[in-house]
């Protein structure tokens, strides 16, 4: 998937620890791409339709993106289908 063409992400780069899990809600089918953070709270909105595995990739590289790293060290660990998903850090 392409990099997310984003502007002002915040820096998530203290997520990047081996094991760490990353948790967000999701917002699929949104009018802008966009990645919040408020405390320790996550939120993503992404344009693609919930389809196929689409919106999960697109928050998978917006993660990715923000916290510096590649999409593949990026794995989704729950929520596969719902709006609140967990994201481990491979490392």
Known sequence: M???KIRNLPDLSDFARPG???ALRVTPKAARTSLTRDGDALRATVTVAPENGKANAAVQALLAAA???APSRLEIR???TARD???V???
């Open 67 to 69: 916290m510096g790293v």
């Open 2 to 4: 392409a990099k997310p």
């Open 85 to 87: 998903k967990v994201f």
């Open 20 to 22: 760490a899990e990353i």
């Open 78 to 80: 729950r929520g596969q």
């Open 89 to 91: 850090f491979l490392g």
